[in-house]
């Protein structure tokens, strides 16, 4: 009996060791992280503006780091191909059908597909470069309804002509935009607990519908409006070109109406939140640094002169403007968190990462890294003098449209919407702050959002600096500047 136990008491040592040695070779190193709570994880550590609590997070922990949120796991991390996917989006299920959209796609035939699509039939060089005479000629008469340029120039390039406010709720363009904005960014309960989506305790699913069915009925509108009209065109525009791709049946993915709709969409929020939010905090910058603005008009003048308005052709001449236009997008990045999923298990930094996982990347906090950026807080458009460094995806350090896969399809339109409405803007006004208020005084608080915004607008004073007063021009330039979200509070006679 007592060989018995003894060979049994062998028999556990041995395989208690063998195990605990296999363990230890086996062992995956996950990324370091914070302390979590159970079930929550790290979600109490998230505040309005989760960008700014990851990168204080990411100051003790590194900048691999390992966070879990509810029942999901995210890390904020660097990218690859592995990281194309996207994560479940419970507002995306209600506003973009199901995630059919190409911003929330997984990747996949479908994602790249769509991609592929809208950049050849919208987003190419030659399509931005086809619709220059829209976004100057058309300007000088724009519906003063529509108090968004980036809608009238979205709504005429996808949709083929302009909106009206009211064509599409009372709220307008603008609020219900901001509505999306602000819902698609809330942290949904639904999103870390699945089954908690069904019960709304936040209230979220039911104002996410109301959306869904304001912008559902204005997108079949669009649609029914270009089934009535085909035969009478003679060119297709985007909308056109998707019908065909549906009813042709050539698709080699499925593709109905509602994926239609759903591209629609994005193209639609994706402009109108962006742009504007981008020219607002880099006049917001050129307020609170009036050498700044100086210099800009400077060169303004010496490569425009007064006598006519900048026109998109001026652009590559104009040195400096590239450079506040980057610093902009850097210190104030408008897209300051891009979520992706990581499609295999995979090991990043020789840290292990779990297929599924959420994947963060936090291009704010790589925007004001001080081992990249000398004094990165500050808003000093010289420190590119002399760099090649540029905004397209290529230069880590500097990726306000992302990079890679999912980098922004749109990035060559957004960058002459910006450089131009800010260069318009500089060049026709002298700005200055109302009551008296120093530049110092200004404050740069942010509304976090699918586009990070100004939590205040911007109030600011005009005063015409042309020599040639044209009455077109002078209106023109009055609704530019209502455009990008500017309350005008006074304009100079
Ligand atoms: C200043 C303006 C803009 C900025 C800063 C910006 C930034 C970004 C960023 C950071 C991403 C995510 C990249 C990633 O996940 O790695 C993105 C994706 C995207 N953007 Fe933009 N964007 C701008 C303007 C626009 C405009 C005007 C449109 C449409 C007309 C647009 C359409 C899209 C779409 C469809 C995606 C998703 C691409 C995908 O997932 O495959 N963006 N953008």
């Given at each position: 009996m007592a060989l018995i136990w003894a060979t049994l008491v062998v028999f556990f040592v041995v395989y208690a060791l063998y195990e605990l040695l296999n363990n230890i070779q086996n062992r995956k190193r996950y990324p370091p992280g914070p302390k979590g709570l159970p079930i929550i994880g790290h979600l109490h550590l998230l505040g309005k503006n989760p960008h700014h609590d990851f990168q204080k997070l990411a100051k003790t922990h590194g900048p691999l780091m390992y966070v879990t949120l509810g029942?999901?796991?995210?890390?904020?991390?660097?990218?690859?191909?592995?990281?194309?996917?996207?994560?479940?989006?419970?507002?995306?299920?209600?506003?973009?059908y199901g995630q059919k959209n190409m911003?929330?796609?997984?990747?996949?035939?479908?994602?790249?597909?769509?991609?592929?699509?809208?950049?050849?039939?919208?987003?190419?060089?030659?399509?931005?470069?086809?619709?220059?005479?829209?976004?100057?000629?058309?300007?000088?008469?724009?519906?003063t309804k529509i108090s968004s340029l980036s809608a009238d120039w979205t709504c005429l390039m996808v949709f083929g002509k302009k909106y009206m406010d009211e064509d599409l709720d009372k709220r307008g363009f603008k609020a219900l935009v901001n509505e999306v904005e602000h819902l698609a960014a809330t942290p949904n309960l639904g999103d870390?607990?699945?089954?908690?989506?069904?019960?709304?305790?936040?209230?979220?699913?039911?104002?996410?519908?109301?959306?869904?069915?304001?912008?559902?009925?204005?997108?079949?509108?669009?649609?029914?409006?270009?089934?009535?009209?085909?035969?009478?065109?003679?060119?297709?525009?985007?909308?056109?070109?998707?019908?065909?791709?549906?009813?042709?049946?050539?698709?080699?993915?499925?593709?109905?109406?509602?994926?239609i709709k759903a591209i629609l969409f994005d193209m639609l929020i994706a402009a109108m939140g962006t742009s504007p939010s981008a020219i607002e905090w880099i006049l917001t910058e050129l307020l609170r640094h009036p050498h700044?603005?100086?210099?800009?008009?400077?060169?303004?003048?010496?490569?425009?002169?007064?006598?006519?308005?900048?026109?998109?052709?001026?652009?590559?001449?104009?040195?400096?403007?590239?450079?506040?236009?980057?610093?902009g997008l850097r210190l104030r990045a408008v897209a300051p968190l891009a979520p992706h999923e990581a499609m295999e298990d995979c090991v990043v930094n020789s840290f292990h990462i779990h297929k599924g996982s959420r994947i963060i990347i936090n291009i704010y906090a790589i925007h004001r890294d001080p081992n990249i950026w000398p004094?990165?807080?500050?808003?000093?458009?010289?420190?590119?003098?002399?760099?090649?460094?540029?905004?397209?995806?290529?230069?880590?350090?500097?990726?306000?449209?992302?990079?890679?896969?999912?980098?922004?399809?749109?990035?060559?339109?957004?960058?002459?919407l910006v450089d131009l409405i800010v260069a318009q803007l500089v060049h026709c006004f002298d700005w200055e702050l109302p009551n008296g208020m120093q530049p110092c005084e200004l404050d740069v608080?942010?509304?976090?959002?699918?586009?990070?915004?100004?939590a205040n607008p911007l109030m600011a004073i005009p005063t015409y600096r042309q020599k040639k007063q044209c009455l077109n021009l002078r209106r023109y330039n009055m609704e530019l500047a209502e455009i990008v979200g500017l309350n005008l509070i006074r304009y100079v006679q």
């Open positions: 029942l999901t796991q995210r890390r904020s991390s660097s990218r690859h191909m592995i990281f194309a996917s996207r994560p479940h989006n419970e507002a995306a299920q209600y506003l973009a911003i929330t796609a997984k990747y996949g035939p479908y994602w790249r597909n769509m991609r592929k699509f809208c950049t050849q039939h919208l987003l190419s060089n030659q399509k931005i470069n086809s619709f220059e005479s829209m976004r100057s000629l058309s300007s000088s008469h724009l519906s870390f607990f699945p089954f908690l989506g069904v019960i709304d305790l936040q209230g979220l699913t039911r104002r996410l519908k109301d959306l869904s069915k304001v912008f559902d009925e204005f997108l079949e509108k669009i649609i029914d409006e270009h089934v009535q009209s085909r035969d009478q065109k003679q060119s297709k525009d985007f909308v056109d070109t998707m019908l065909d791709i549906m009813q042709s049946g050539e698709a080699e993915f499925q593709f109905d109406r509602s994926h700044v603005m100086k210099k800009l008009q400077k060169e303004l003048e010496e490569v425009v002169g007064l006598e006519r308005m900048v026109k998109e052709s001026d652009l590559e001449k104009l040195k400096y403007l590239d450079m506040v236009v980057k610093e004094e990165p807080e500050k808003f000093l458009p010289e420190r590119f003098v002399g760099s090649n460094i540029d905004i397209r995806g290529r230069d880590f350090q500097l990726l306000p449209f992302g990079s890679g896969r999912r980098g922004c399809p749109a990035m060559q339109l957004a960058i002459v608080e942010e509304h976090f959002g699918l586009a990070t915004s100004r």
